[in-house]
DNA sequence: GTCAGAAGGTTTTTT
DNA sequence: ACCTTCTGAC
């Protein structure tokens, strides 16, 4: 369907979206409210009705899914579409340092390093920190880039104390000598370019008329910065998000930029999206009571024709067992499409061994990723040296792998000797093979020719070609192929053939490698088992954004686990209340809400309290369901007068200090002789009165 | 260089 | 509880 056509399809809000001309625009998109459809249709009408130049529109997303979503989309439309520059943030400023190599200091073969590689890079600066030090050093960096923070800048927004500034300044130099550059880099490094150097920045701007962004409230103050930078006066730019589901906090997302878009912008005009097409009535009703005591939102009422629908269910469990039982038995008693959705991975183990007990075929997203395997990354790590021969990282990762006698004293013989030859890892290590031992320096010296003739070898032929040849003569697919367990050996190798069969489709050329590292290093989001269309679906909240399912069942809804954390920080609280909005508004059609008095974490039993956000739910939205599975005990209702004394199995002899009720649940918290505090549901937990007498 | 056992540390993770 | 990382002995 034409984009005219399309228009007539589309309600009032949607077709003013797309209509819209002049200046800034921000559509606040509520969840399930078309968002993708205004967007697609908006790029279609650009070109198909105004006459728009497709390679003057740059289209932004988050996840190269959604930019796949997008283009198809967009192309079904209208086919010119196919122009249209549609990227994620970071792949657009990699296309865009690539393209302005020389500008912005840096080799066209450059390599992305992901958190991993950073990590080992700091490793190789400061070696006697452990690894979570590095991890910390690794993420500070990381969202000073993500404030366009560089080392001079006051940094005490991310780390109090001075070290961070020096650790960031190390390397950063370091970084900046092997070539290749970090996530943060593709945003940061291209606002610097375009800031720096006018004539690029006149250049990119008389090219893009018109920019799109999707996700917005995902944003950080970087990619904010990268916008002023592509926009001027002229520029048409019209953003799209829902400050509602801004849930990427811990990654550096400013929810202010989508707050203060209309200040930033002047001139702004504001188009909520507030009819849902996804739920029903009751499940929308549920989500907006919790995210309505959220203080920092723009504010939006979603709303839906589609009336009836099943009253959402919660159900108050005894432990996680009772949960794992309850949610197999909803799944048993009406098959349908299912997505069990929890706060931490770690909540995912218990539900996973139930249904392969059950013999139910599930789909699990997000667990071990592919680009994340030992064997993904060796292989990558050889494209990377081959495409970079300055890249330390990828050279420390493989040289010694297998195990070919090149040791750690080896290996500083050659990083000493890297200075004198411009950082190249191969020349240092052809130098300095005469002063190791005959053994490591023979097989220095044959690992150094193997990459160099690799190198030398590229100009034509098939990257996979090029690929298994290479990583089969350095003896890397034997190593993998003859681990022990021969099932494990035998994923690896499907692995190491499905990773070679990705680098099929370019040419053993500098250009194919570096491209095909780009695609690999940007796009991870594949999973391992995709194909398989399961009717049941495990996966962390954060990952359901964009998704939806006919049944979801938000399990684990206790207080410190979701909410995780105290009361400390209220913004934190804040995002955790989105992130219970964006759960929600994940279902079609049934809503299920589980919570336990109890549940194993870190090895130890630990008491829990309902979520606070059940608390803000009016009872009248909620169908209590009694629990499934074993019994419960403990009769409920009979009140702990405070200051009376109480015995509890784990804890010992206590006091109450204080005792309500929250939602239909008693709560009594206890001050235990240990002088431990805690909070118990009698109904799920025993806990005996204590008469004075027995003190 | 490899292995076993100890110690440590555990949110979320589009790129 | 569990998984990764560090350590010391062979």
Same mark, same amino acid.
Request: proline share 4%; aromatic share 8%; charged share 30%.
């Given at each position: 369907? /034409?984009?005219?056509?399309?228009?007539?399809?589309?309600?009032?809000?949607?077709?003013?979206?797309?209509?819209?001309?002049?200046?800034?625009?921000?559509?606040?998109?509520?969840?399930?409210?078309?968002?993708?459809?205004?967007?697609?249709?908006?790029?279609?009408? *650009?070109?198909?009705?105004?006459?728009?130049?497709?390679?003057?529109?740059?289209?932004?997303?988050?996840?190269?899914?959604?930019?796949?979503?997008?283009?198809?989309?967009?192309?079904?439309?209208?086919?010119?579409?196919?122009?249209?520059?549609?990227?994620?943030?970071?792949?657009?400023? /990699?296309?865009?340092?690539?393209?302005? /190599?020389?500008?912005?200091? +840096?080799?066209?073969?450059?390599?992305?390093?992901?958190?991993?590689?950073?990590?080992?890079?700091?490793?190789?600066?400061?070696?006697?920190?452990?690894?979570?030090?590095?991890?910390?050093?690794?993420?500070?960096?990381?969202?000073?880039?993500?404030?366009?923070?560089?080392?001079?800048?006051?940094?005490?927004?991310?780390?109090?104390?001075?070290? #961070?500034?020096?650790?960031?300044?190390?390397?950063?130099?370091?970084?900046?000598?092997?070539?290749?550059?970090?996530?943060?880099? #593709?945003?940061?490094?291209?606002?610097?370019?375009?800031?720096?150097?006018?004539?690029?920045?006149?250049?990119?701007?008389?090219?893009?008329?018109?920019?799109?962004?999707?996700?917005?409230?995902?944003?950080?103050?970087?990619?904010?910065?990268?916008?002023?930078?592509?926009?001027?006066?002229?520029?048409?730019?019209?953003?799209?998000?829902?400050?509602?589901?801004?849930?990427?906090?811990? =990654?550096?997302?400013?929810?202010?930029?989508?707050?203060?878009?209309?200040?930033?912008?002047?001139?702004?005009?504001?188009?909520?999206?507030?009819?849902? %097409?996804?739920?029903?009535?009751?499940?929308?009703?549920?989500?907006?009571?919790?995210?309505?005591?959220?203080?920092?939102? +723009?504010?939006?009422?979603?709303?839906?024709?589609?009336?009836?629908?099943?009253?959402?269910? #919660?159900?108050?469990?005894?432990?996680?067992?009772?949960?794992?039982?309850?949610?197999?038995?909803?799944? !048993?008693?009406?098959?349908?499409?299912?997505?069990?959705?929890?706060?931490?991975?770690?909540? !995912?183990?218990?539900?996973?061994?139930? *249904?392969?007990?059950?013999?139910?075929?599930?789909?699990?997203?997000?667990?071990?990723?592919?680009?994340?395997?030992?064997?993904?990354?060796?292989?990558?790590?050889? &494209?990377?040296?081959?495409?970079?021969?300055?890249?330390?990282? !990828?050279?420390?990762?493989?040289?010694?792998?297998?195990?070919?006698?090149?040791?750690?004293?080896?290996?500083?013989?050659?990083?000493?000797?890297?200075?004198?030859?411009?950082?190249?890892?191969?020349?240092?290590?052809?130098?300095?093979?005469?002063?190791?031992?005959?053994?490591?320096?023979?097989?220095?010296?044959?690992?150094?020719?193997?990459?160099?003739?690799?190198?030398?070898?590229?100009?034509?032929?098939?990257?996979?070609?090029?690929?298994?040849?290479?990583?089969?003569?350095?003896?890397?697919?034997?190593?993998?192929?003859?681990?022990?367990?021969?099932?494990? /050996?035998?994923?690896?190798?499907?692995?190491?053939?499905?990773?070679?069969?990705?680098?099929? *489709?370019?040419?053993?050329?500098?250009?194919?490698?570096?491209?095909?590292?780009?695609?690999?290093?940007?796009? =991870?989001?594949?999973?391992?088992?995709?194909?398989?269309?399961?009717?049941?679906?495990?996966?962390?909240?954060?990952?359901?954004?964009? *998704?939806?399912?006919?049944?979801?069942?938000?399990?684990?809804?206790?207080?410190?686990?979701?909410?995780?954390?105290?009361?400390?920080?209220?913004?934190?609280?804040?995002?955790?209340?989105? &992130?219970? %909005?964006?759960?929600?508004?994940?279902?079609?059609?049934?809503?299920?809400?589980?919570?336990?008095?109890?549940?194993?974490?870190?090895?130890?039993?630990?008491?829990?309290?309902?979520?606070?956000? +059940?608390?803000?739910?009016?009872?009248?939205?909620?169908?209590?369901?009694?629990?499934?599975?074993?019994?419960?005990?403990?009769?409920?209702?009979?009140?702990?007068?405070?200051?009376?004394?109480?015995?509890?199995?784990?804890?010992?002899?206590?006091?109450?200090?204080?005792?309500?009720?929250?939602?239909?649940?008693?709560?009594?918290?206890?001050?235990?002789?240990?002088?431990?505090?805690?909070?118990?549901?009698?109904? %799920?937990?025993?806990?005996?009165?204590? !008469?004075?007498?027995?003190?």
């Amino acid at each position: 369907m /034409a984009a005219r056509a399309e228009l007539e399809t589309l309600n009032p809000a949607q077709r003013e979206a797309v209509l819209h001309t002049g200046g800034a625009l921000l559509i606040l998109a509520g969840a399930g409210s078309g968002k993708t459809r205004v967007i697609t249709v908006k790029i279609a009408y *650009l070109i198909g009705e105004l006459g728009v130049d497709p390679r003057s529109i740059l289209a932004v997303t988050f996840t190269n899914k959604a930019a796949a979503e997008m283009r198809a989309r967009a192309a079904a439309m209208e086919p010119a579409a196919a122009d249209v520059m549609i990227r994620t943030f970071h792949s657009f400023g /990699a296309w865009l340092l690539r393209r302005n /190599a020389a500008a912005a200091g +840096l080799d066209r073969g450059y390599a992305i390093y992901d958190d991993d590689d950073v990590i080992s890079l700091l490793r190789t600066i400061y070696p006697d920190e452990p690894r979570g030090g590095l991890a910390r050093y690794a993420r500070q960096i990381s969202r000073a880039k993500d404030y366009t923070l560089r080392p001079g800048d006051d940094l005490s927004l991310i780390s109090p104390g001075p070290e #961070l500034a020096e650790i960031y300044r190390a390397y950063q130099r370091r970084l900046d000598e092997i070539g290749n550059v970090d996530f943060g880099d #593709l945003i940061l490094k291209p606002v610097e370019l375009l800031r720096a150097d006018e004539a690029i920045r006149r250049r990119t701007r008389q090219r893009y008329r018109y920019v799109l962004v999707d996700e917005y409230q995902d944003s950080n103050v970087a990619q904010y910065e990268l916008l002023k930078q592509l926009c001027d006066e002229e520029t048409y730019l019209c953003v799209v998000g829902d400050d509602d589901q801004s849930i990427y906090r811990f =990654r550096g997302a400013e929810v202010r930029n989508i707050l203060t878009f209309s200040e930033s912008f002047p001139g702004t005009m504001v188009i909520k999206l507030e009819q849902n %097409y996804r739920s029903t009535g009751p499940i929308l009703d549920v989500a907006s009571a919790v995210v309505q005591h959220n203080l920092g939102r +723009l504010g939006k009422t979603l709303w839906t024709e589609r009336t009836g629908g099943s009253e959402p269910s #919660l159900a108050l469990l005894r432990d996680q067992d009772e949960e794992v039982d309850y949610c197999l038995d909803l799944i !048993s008693r009406e098959p349908r499409e299912t997505a069990i959705l929890y706060r931490t991975n770690a909540q !995912s183990r218990l539900f996973e061994s139930a *249904l392969i007990r059950a013999g139910i075929p599930y789909r699990i997203v997000g667990s071990l990723r592919f680009y994340e395997r030992e064997e993904i990354k060796d292989a990558l790590a050889v &494209l990377k040296l081959c495409a970079n021969p300055r890249d330390e990282v !990828s050279f420390r990762r493989i040289v010694n792998k297998p195990a070919r006698g090149i040791g750690a004293k080896s290996l500083e013989t050659v990083t000493d000797a890297l200075s004198d030859h411009g950082g190249d890892v191969l020349e240092a290590t052809a130098a300095a093979a005469a002063g190791l031992s005959r053994k490591a320096g023979a097989a220095a010296r044959a690992f150094g020719a193997t990459i160099r003739r690799a190198r030398e070898s590229l100009g034509g032929g098939k990257l996979s070609d090029f690929t298994e040849a290479l990583v089969r003569e350095l003896g890397l697919w034997e190593l993998h192929a003859e681990g022990q367990d021969p099932i494990v /050996a035998q994923s690896k190798v499907e692995n190491l053939e499905e990773f070679v069969n990705a680098a099929s *489709l370019y040419p053993a050329t500098e250009e194919g490698l570096a491209e095909f590292l780009e695609l690999v290093e940007l796009d =991870r989001s594949r999973e391992a088992d995709e194909s398989l269309d399961a009717e049941v679906t495990l996966i962390t909240m954060h990952n359901t954004k964009g *998704l939806e399912f006919d049944r979801v069942i938000v399990t684990g809804l206790e207080e410190g686990l979701f909410p995780r954390g105290g009361d400390e920080d209220p913004d934190e609280i804040e995002e955790e209340r989105r &992130l219970f %909005y964006v759960a929600v508004t994940r279902a079609r059609d049934e809503l299920f809400l589980t919570s336990c008095g109890y549940r194993r974490l870190h090895g130890r039993v630990m008491d829990f309290v309902p979520s606070r956000f +059940l608390g803000e739910i009016p009872a009248e939205l909620l169908r209590h369901a009694t629990a499934g599975g074993r019994g419960r005990q403990a009769p409920g209702g009979e009140e702990y007068p405070v200051g009376g004394a109480v015995y509890h199995d784990d804890y010992g002899m206590g006091v109450v200090t204080s005792c309500r009720h929250s939602g239909s649940e008693l709560v009594v918290q206890v001050r235990f002789e240990t002088g431990r505090v805690a909070k118990f549901l009698p109904r %799920y937990t025993p806990l005996e009165k204590v !008469s004075g007498d027995d003190w």
